[in-house]
């Protein structure tokens, strides 16, 4: 129980933090993918600084994880084709529905027409590849 409420405070803050940022707004997103403005390109690299230290710092303390096992990252295969084709497929639905998977709740909360039709594409996405991935030559 202890565990689902920090979850839930921990996914109310992060999502605070995304719509203050205004990282949910279409034209934002439109403004990044057309090189407009700085402001995403800005939020998602300080996000990767942040993100890499601070993984790198509980790492290096020894930190433990909630299941009590130390915190390990694993290194993952490079596949040059899957991993293109896939971030295309991934960069058109972000470009066409103003979202990646971070604020489609965001948008189902402020705009709920786009955010559920984002939400029902990404759980078809998530079904297929759950499906297809053992199969894919790539």
Not at 63 to 68: D, M, N, R, T
Not at 109 to 122: P, S, V
Request: glycine content about 12%.
């Amino acid at each position: 129980m202890r565990n689902t409420v920090k979850s839930i405070l921990l996914g109310a803050v992060f999502g605070s933090i995304l719509i203050f940022s205004d990282a949910f707004n279409w034209y934002r997103i439109q403004e990044m993918f057309h090189f407009d403005s700085f402001h995403m390109y800005g939020l998602i690299g300080s996000a990767i600084v942040v993100a890499g230290s601070v993984t790198w710092l509980l790492k290096k303390a020894g930190v433990k994880s909630a299941s009590k096992q130390l915190i390990q990252t694993k290194k993952k295969e490079i596949r040059p084709v899957g991993n293109s084709i896939g971030g295309l497929i991934f960069g058109a639905g972000w470009a066409l529905t103003g979202a990646c998977t971070a604020p489609i709740f965001i948008l189902i909360g402020y705009q709920w027409e786009i955010g559920i039709i984002t939400l029902a594409g990404a759980v078809i996405g998530a079904v297929l590849y759950g499906i297809l991935n053992k199969k894919l030559p790539l």
